[in-house]
């Protein structure tokens, strides 16, 4: 087992409180080899290369990016379990799957987790576990990202209340291969395995990482009003009440695109480009340590 922590989750304080939890780990009995990440990107090259150094669970210590990234370097090496210290800003994907916030109580599952299979979205050639936002949450995440005075929860928020404005609808075109299809101008877009993103937002609130389908949420054009009312009902979980917002559930989504489109894969920013991108749910791709079940009655 080895520990992969990036000291830039939770908008650089994790780089400076982990001699501390390093020091609680100890206190637990869990005293493990740690590499850091020292770059974007780099937290993939680390899982990879302990799967193929013999490590059988690898363990992301970071937020929803950081998970992201070892997940990915698991799904290249083709193997290995994930464990999550879930020490980042929002903390989605833990919460997601089911591992605790608590920092003892997510520790103590690298002595007596349980691997459970868990899905995982694949979108083009990148692996995610818990949301993709595609469009004005894209943009959000993506500005938040270039912000250098402020970090954190802070430059997300300082972000989407400049993009709710000057945000335009691009056109794009969704297909699922059974009947589904949207052409149209499009606000927002999530594809999501799990139920929340971005520290709480409940924009695919049925979705489950372990049903075998991703769930969609799309928001085509709106104005500046409906946006703001918009994100009122994605943190309380309402937003198919409105009439701009379609739902789908799915395994497979195609999105065709004539400009480059801003989006975020678990928090990391990106972009989609022209002519496009194939989303695809893999069921049960992905071993997680999480909670033991309860015995059967």
């Keep these: 087992m080895q520990i992969i922590v990036n000291p830039a989750a939770a908008g650089g304080r994790l780089g400076r409180q982990w001699p501390r939890l390093e020091r609680r780990l100890h206190d637990l009995g869990i005293r493990l080899p740690t590499v850091w990440t020292e770059a974007p990107a780099h937290a993939t090259e680390l899982a990879a290369a302990a799967v193929r150094d013999g490590y059988e669970v690898v363990v992301a210590a970071g937020g929803d990016g950081t998970i992201c990234e070892v997940l990915e370097g698991l799904q290249q090496a083709g193997g290995g379990t994930l464990a ?20 003892a109580t997510a520790a103590r599952l690298l002595q007596h987790g349980e691997p459970r299979a868990v ?26 990202s270039r912000m250098k005075a402020v970090r954190g929860i802070t430059a997300y928020f300082t972000a989407a209340s400049a993009t709710l404005f000057r945000y335009r609808c691009p056109e794009i075109e969704l297909r699922d291969g059974d009947g589904f299809h949207y052409a149209g101008p499009m606000t927002i877009l999530a594809i999501q395995s799990g139920p929340t993103t971005g520290g709480g937002f409940r924009l695919c609130p049925g979705a489950r990482t372990d049903d075998g389908e991703f769930d969609i949420t799309l928001v085509s054009h709106t104005g500046v009003p409906a946006r703001l009312g918009a994100v009122t009902h994605a943190l309380r979980g309402t937003l198919a009440r409105k009439t701009f917002t379609t739902e789908h559930r799915g395994r497979r989504l195609e999105l065709r695109c004539e400009v480059p489109l801003a989006c975020h894969w678990d928090g990391n920013p990106g972009a989609i480009e022209p002519p496009g991108i194939v989303f695809e ?13 309860p015995p059967a009655a």
Aim: charged residues 15%; proline residues 8%.
């Design 281 to 293: 749910l893999l069921p049960g791709a992905q071993q997680v340590l999480l909670p033991p079940r």
């Design 84 to 103: 999550i210290l879930p020490l980042g800003t929002g903390n989605d994907a833990a919460r997601a799957v089911g591992v605790p916030r608590r920092f």
């Design 119 to 144: 899905d995982v979205v694949r979108a083009g050639e990148r692996s995610v576990l818990n949301a993709i936002g595609v469009g004005l949450l894209g943009e959000i995440n993506v500005n938040a």
